[in-house]
């Protein structure tokens, strides 16, 4: 952010330049302050109910989550976003589609519910059932979110803003953690929600969000001019080509990336939808077969021959 207020770059990413990190005080607090706050709700959790302990893996999923924003934000990734155009569709990725779902995963309003008491306990409750959560838990809220929030954040004038103001920049990874979550709570995770889809759903959530990220994609990589007049400030001397080029590659890793980021889930899903079906067959089965009055068992008739004898 320094190197555009000045109106100089940083040097070219190469090399050792990929080594290069930043800690900014307030998303670095936030981070540690998450990791710590998830933990103790660990060991809150095990304590109250030493004979069902939360999940390992949800711990590692938080702690991925958490691992995947830290190199969204700490690592070149975060220290060229305003350099580079495709190392920001980059950043973008990591924080809704991989950070995001490992949240989901991580279920921490299930964890916040479990480790609290009291008072505590009670204004969790009462949040998890209020009108609110009711409205962000609907799958259709979530899914009109994302489909609003993707075209809105790399389309717009919105992108070129929050290039030359930082904090507008640092509130937007809240906002793609946040609509992230809600979109993949959907499916992921246990926490507490009015709503449960059928995985044939969750298919169909997925499956329509495909077109989201392929349309941003596929404009990003269609643009014959630089429509974000802030790289042409902080790059004076590259041209048209070099600029427009950065756009293209910025396009085709949200096009091709979200793409296969959004695919890969359905797999589950749709085993999930397939062995669905077949508990649903086979329990349809048992009752038909529960219902079939018994079969008395077959005679044995006997003939006798001319001879007397018996066949």
């Given at each position: ?25 307030v ?9 710590a ?96 959560a ?22 717009t ?32 995770g ?33 643009t014959?001019?630089e ?85």
């Open positions: 952010m320094i190197a555009l207020l000045v109106g100089t770059s940083l040097p070219l990413l190469r090399g050792g330049r990929l080594l290069a990190t930043q800690f900014p005080f998303p670095t607090s936030m981070v540690l302050g998450a990791l706050l998830y933990l103790w709700g660990v060991r809150r959790a095990n304590e109250r109910r030493p004979r069902h302990p939360w999940s390992s893996g949800k711990t590692a999923a938080f702690i991925g989550g958490l691992a995947a924003t830290s190199l969204a934000i700490f690592s070149f990734v975060g220290v060229y976003d305003n350099e580079l155009f495709w190392d920001h569709m980059v950043q973008h990725l990591l924080l809704i589609m991989v950070a995001a779902p490992l949240f989901a995963l991580a279920s921490p309003l299930e964890l916040a519910w479990r480790a609290t008491t009291g008072t505590a306990h009670l204004v969790v409750t009462e949040a998890l059932r209020s009108r609110l009711k409205v962000l838990g609907h799958p259709g809220v979530a899914f009109v979110l994302y489909a609003v929030v993707i075209p809105l954040t790399h389309l004038v919105w992108f070129n803003y929050t290039l030359v103001h930082a904090p507008v920049h640092n509130a937007e990874h809240l906002v793609f953690l946040g609509v992230g979550y809600l979109f993949w709570r959907q499916i992921f246990s926490d507490p929600n009015a709503y449960r889809l059928h995985p044939a759903l969750q298919f169909a959530i997925l499956f329509m969000a495909i077109p989201i990220d392929t349309f941003a994609g596929l404009s990003l990589d269609q014959t001019r429509i974000f007049p802030a790289y042409v400030a902080i790059h004076p001397g590259w041209n048209l080509a070099r600029l427009t080029g950065d756009l293209h590659i910025g396009g085709v890793i949200m096009w091709v990336g979200g793409d296969t980021l959004m695919l890969w889930p359905m797999i589950p899903a749709a085993l999930a939808w397939m062995h669905m079906d077949e508990r649903r067959a086979a329990r349809i089965d048992r009752q038909l077969d529960a219902q079939m009055p018994a079969q008395p068992p077959r005679s044995i008739s006997s003939t006798r021959t001319p001879s007397g004898s018996v066949q």
